[in-house]
């Protein structure tokens, strides 16, 4: 059928046309031509000086133009990116996740090599160097790598040596897709990063800086992939300062209910990464407007403003910026009501902010009883409807008395329909506060007499 | 559409890798297959390196890819490549292989931590297509923040493709050496003051909580609102838009906002990406209700782009004289530099596409006016002087600029276009190069300039008029009476005196006039009909009297001049 065949190709060619335009729309090229370039020199001349500390002493005058450019690079880099991790795996070199050339030169592929003789991976600048500190740093990795914990040795040799804002990595291997399903996926591990990026994060943006929402991305897919629903991912979550654990409950809590709505992965996505980043907005606010309702009202703008900085036109920055613009908007809204992406991190901002500030006053039950009251008028209904329905009838966190009189906290978010009132608990000692080590299942054993506060 | 090119020549694996079974060399069939498959992936892939999308030797392309795949699957079923550093391999078979990295597709996909990619048979033509723009999405150079190959892939949600990817890095020690002091690296981080979020509002007392099934119908609107197509995309961004003009103005954010501008700009690019014309519409329409001046016109100005004019003259038919009215609106974002760029002598725009980008140009002055006036000199003499003469009439007050543009040509029409310029101009005159124009071989600049100078002059100027008529040569009359008349206006007094020994020369009668001194006797006459008083005309007369011929009749007509009032010094009394 030669004219379907001939649509056919037309269509593709126009779909290619408009993904291209897209993709082109969505780049910052002047961000990562910094990032490439100043990555690529950084590698280069790192690897270079390690290399001359094997011919030259460290107060050799070989090394003044190449320590002078690393500070040079470092600085724009830093000034650019706030810390800079220059990280090795296998022949391959990142900068802060954007993966740099190391194909042109030997300098940049023989990085992994050079670190590796102290068991290093890779290098974290939290600060610019000075001369004196390229050289220190240089010295000590020219020293014959410890018998026992060489990274450690050498962390602990350039504090000796006055160079405390570098930190050294371990050694790296890539990782593959489906690894985390035959070895056992590690919540914990995973939703610890979560909290180490939002606090980066906000950190960036604080201090006037782009976030790179890829990092973000990223632990938002793997968290989606073990599922919101994970009792560890639940337990974890205050591990983080307050604003990033509370940003981490948010996302938890929004992705779960997104999920239940039939978001895509994309979407979901979006979702994670703009309630991991819906507070930024305060970073950058005065103190003294922070506070209280000035702060409440401004700093859904003012995360807009924030999050502008990233260059590049993509639905999943659009998504962001909605949702984080909407997230203090009411459901009757006089101005309309708040996008979907919106509506969901509002329910879940809420929620997380009543257990926060009403810590051990306000059961989560109790919570979540309240928002439900107020659906319609300040939530969506269906959707407050929808996390009643994950997040059951005693919420991850929930402080119970059970039927043969222990005390327990429930540690799981809904499983299905049935065990809506039965989640997964930890035996909870009052006295000492501490929890059980092994789960129990309500869904096979006991019940519950009541929710308390606390 | 791009002109049908000559198809490139098929990379031949043989030669760029000796080694390599490739679709020739392959062994078994499904080899041969599984190579004539990947070969087509690139060449499609690596096309818009060199091509435009529409362009016809990516249709072939992609119709190779197309016919081949299918081929490939339907007769030997699934197909899965192994993704090494150069080269990939199918049932154990190296079936491609590219030494070139610009080049090699293993490359690439390795490089971006694909490790092995399977094509299963159930895939059909969209999924393959997906495949494909991810492939020339990373061809093509495109830097992408948001996303890397693995996100986009996963994003994709295949069904008849299947990958295996590497995601990130892993610590690879099997014994970890203690970490840092996490707990001191946080204490530096910036947090929110206490209490942020609140206060919250007063919420009702919790009411019982259910499961209750939330039928569908109320959900699909929320999905539907955050879908990847092309009209919910473009309603996100227009919302996005407009609400980030209003906090803008709401909260005064500084202006110009170059993060804004830029998001502005980007919401332009992909919505002409989509070739959405209307989309675009709306954008210009919100920005313009939106009030907040400076911050709409620094929007409005960051928006000017070459794929906006070429969309919309792609919109009205080649002949049109003028924009028609339901694209008047889009004037604002048709690229003032693009629409020049088409005006150029070398452009190869047909004279009715002329015409119109003239108008688009005229329409947008006087805003525009640096634009056209720092590309002014690039153009045809004859649209120069209909842009310069748009300039001046929408923008008199760079009449001066114009004219400074138009003097420095080497056309002596626009020279003289250019002191006409000046003669409208307002504010200082710039009367250096009118002056140098005094020495121009061009007579009726030359003329011009002196009565330019006349005109706008003043006593400075003097000495340079008086300088171009002792150059020991004669001067055409006219050149001599705009010189003579043009010092009288400057300076009418010193010139007087000037006249008085020009009008009759000592030694006269003994060795007759030199060329010198019947120019500036010349201009001495039209000069004296401009200085006032009884006296001029009592000197013109005596000289009338005197003299015959020539001279005689140009005093007499330059009395008659004088009495009509033309000069500027008419005779008192």
């Given at each position: 059928m030669p004219p379907r065949m001939d649509d056919d190709l037309s269509r593709a060619q126009s779909s290619l046309g408009r993904a291209l335009g897209r993709a082109r729309a969505g780049e910052d090229r002047e961000l990562s031509q910094k990032v490439r370039e100043g990555g690529e020199a950084l590698a280069n001349i790192v690897c270079g000086l390690l290399k001359m500390s094997r011919v030259h002493a460290a107060d050799n005058r070989a090394f003044e133009a190449p320590a002078a450019e690393l500070s040079r690079v470092l600085g724009v880099l830093v000034d650019l990116l706030g810390t800079v991790h220059l990280v090795t795996v296998e022949d391959q070199v990142y900068l802060n996740d954007v993966r740099v050339r190391a194909e042109t030169k030997g300098g940049a592929r023989e990085l992994g090599g050079e670190l590796a003789k102290h068991n290093v991976g890779g290098l974290t600048f939290h600060a610019p160097l000075d001369g004196a500190a390229v050289r220190a740093l240089v010295a000590a990795f020219a020293e014959r790598p410890a018998e026992s914990g060489p990274r450690s040795a050498l962390q602990h040799a350039l504090a000796l040596r006055g160079v405390r804002s570098v930190e050294l990595a371990p050694r790296f291997r890539f990782r593959a897709q489906g690894e985390n399903e035959r070895a056992g996926a590690d919540p914990i591990e995973a939703l610890r990063r979560a909290l180490r990026l939002t606090e980066e994060g906000y950190d960036q943006l604080a201090a006037g800086r782009v976030v790179n929402p890829l990092p973000l991305r990223r632990v938002v897919a793997e968290i989606l992939e073990i599922g919101p629903q994970v009792p560890e991912l639940w337990e974890t979550v205050?591990?983080?300062?307050?604003?990033?654990?509370?940003?981490?409950?948010?996302?938890?809590?929004?992705?779960?209910?997104?999920?239940?709505?039939?978001f895509g992965s994309a979407v979901l996505q979006d979702l994670g990464v703009a309630a991991l980043l819906h507070d930024v907005g305060y970073a950058q606010l005065p103190v003294d407007v922070a506070r209280g309702a000035e702060g409440l009202a401004r700093h859904p703008g003012e995360g807009a403003r924030i999050l502008l900085r990233q260059r590049g036109f993509n639905a999943a920055k659009l998504r962001r910026l909605r949702a984080v613009m909407d997230h203090h908007?009411?459901?009757?809204a006089p101005a309309g009501s708040p996008s979907a992406l919106g509506e969901v991190l509002r329910l879940a901002e809420d929620y997380t902010t009543i257990l926060r500030v009403y810590a051990g006053r306000v059961s989560p039950a109790d919570a979540l009883g309240a928002i439900s009251r107020a659906a319609g008028r300040l939530y969506h209904p269906a959707l407050a409807q929808v996390m009643v329905n994950v997040l059951?009838?005693?919420?991850p966190g929930t402080l119970l008395e059970l039927g043969d009189g222990r005390f327990a906290r429930s540690v799981s978010p809904v499983r299905s329909p049935q065990t809506f009132a039965q989640p997964l608990i930890r035996v909870y000692d009052l006295r000492?506060?501490?929890?059980?080590?092994?789960?129990?299942?309500?869904?096979?054993?006991?019940?519950?007499?009541?929710?308390?506060?606390g | 559409m791009d002109p049908p090119a000559p198809l490139p020549p098929l990379p031949a694996p043989a030669s760029a890798?000796?080694?390599?079974?490739?679709?020739?060399?392959?062994?078994?069939?499904?080899?041969?297959?599984?190579?004539?498959?990947?070969?087509?992936l690139s060449r499609a892939a690596r096309s818009f390196v060199l091509y435009d999308p529409s362009n016809a030797v990516v249709r072939q392309l992609l119709g190779e890819y197309r016919d081949r795949s299918r081929a490939?699957?339907?007769?030997?079923?699934a197909l899965a490549f192994e993704v090494r550093p150069f080269e990939m391999a199918c049932a154990g078979e190296v079936v491609y292989r590219e030494l070139d990295r610009e080049k090699s597709l293993a490359f690439r996909l390795f490089r971006d931590g694909v490790r092995r990619l399977t094509i299963l048979p159930v895939v059909g033509w969209e999924e393959l297509l997906q495949l494909l723009q991810i492939l020339a999405i990373r061809y093509t150079g495109v830097r992408q923040q948001e996303e890397d190959t693995v996100t986009l892939l996963r994003k994709a949600e295949f069904r008849g493709i299947t990958l295996e990817a590497v995601e990130g890095f892993t610590p690879a020690e099997e014994s970890p050496e203690p970490e840092l002091d996490e707990k001191a690296q946080r204490a530096q981080r910036a947090q929110p003051p206490a209490g942020w979020d609140t206060p919250l509002q007063k919420l009702p007392q919790p009411g019982p909580l259910a499961w209750r099934a939330v039928p569908d119908a109320e959900l699909a609107p929320l999905r539907a609102q955050s879908s990847e197509d092309e009209a919910a995309l473009a309603d996100l961004a227009l919302s996005v838009a407009r609400d980030l003009l209003a906090e803008a103005t709401r909260s005064a954010w500084p202006v110009p906002n170059p993060d804004l501008t830029a998001f502005f700009s980007e919401l332009r690019d992909g919505l002409l990406a989509e070739g959405n014309l209307l989309s675009v519409r709306r954008l210009l329409d919100l920005i313009r209700e939106q009030g907040g001046g400076e911050l709409r016109d620094t929007v409005l100005r960051g928006l000017g782009d070459a794929r906006t004019?070429?969309?919309?003259?792609?919109?009205?038919?080649?002949?049109?004289?003028?924009?028609?009215?339901?694209?008047v609106p889009f004037l604002p974002l048709l690229g003032i530099d693009a629409a020049l760029d088409r005006l150029l002598p070398d452009a190869g725009t047909s004279d009715a596409r002329r015409r119109l980008l003239l108008r688009i140009v005229l329409a947008r002055l006087p805003r525009e006016a640096d634009a056209v006036l720092a590309r002014l000199p690039t153009f045809e003499p004859r649209l120069v002087r209909e842009l310069a003469r748009a300039v001046v009439a929408r923008a008199p007050e760079r009449a001066s600029d114009v004219a400074r543009q138009l003097l420095a040509q080497r056309d002596p029409s626009l020279r003289l276009e250019g002191l006409a310029a000046l003669d409208g101009a307002t504010g200082v005159v710039p009367l250096r190069p009118v002056c140098e124009l005094l020495s121009d071989p061009d007579l009726p600049l030359r003329v011009r300039a002196a009565e330019l100078l006349g005109k706008h002059g003043d006593a400075s100027v003097l000495e340079v008029l008086r300088a171009a008529l002792s150059t020991g040569r004669e001067l055409p009359p006219e050149v001599a009476e705009a010189l003579g008349r043009a010092m009288a206006q400057v300076a009418p007094i010193v010139a007087g005196r000037f006249f008085g020994a020009w009008l009759e020369p000592k030694g006269?009668?003994?060795?007759?006039?030199?060329?010198?001194?019947?120019?500036?006797?010349?201009?001495?006459?039209?000069?004296?009909?401009?200085?006032?008083?009884?006296?001029?005309?009592?000197s013109l007369q005596g000289l009338a009297e005197r003299s015959e011929g020539e001279l005689r009749r140009h005093c007499l007509s330059t009395l008659v001049r004088r009495r009509k009032g033309a000069g500027h010094a008419a005779p008192h009394g």
């Open positions: 205050g591990d983080g300062l307050p604003h990033a654990s509370h940003a981490a409950s948010v996302a938890l809590l929004a992705l779960l209910v997104g999920r239940a709505v039939g908007r009411d459901h009757e059951g009838r005693y919420p000492t506060r501490a929890l059980s080590g092994e789960r129990e299942d309500l869904a096979l054993a006991g019940d519950v007499r009541r929710a308390m506060p | 890798a000796p080694a390599v079974a490739g679709e020739r060399g392959a062994g078994t069939p499904q080899a041969q297959a599984a190579a004539g498959v990947l070969l087509a490939a699957l339907d007769r030997h079923g004019l070429d969309l919309v003259l792609a919109a009205v038919p080649e002949d049109a004289a003028q924009l028609p009215a339901e694209m006269r009668f003994l060795r007759g006039l030199s060329a010198e001194q019947r120019t500036q006797q010349w201009a001495a006459v039209a000069g004296t009909g401009e200085l006032p008083g009884a006296e001029a005309e009592k």
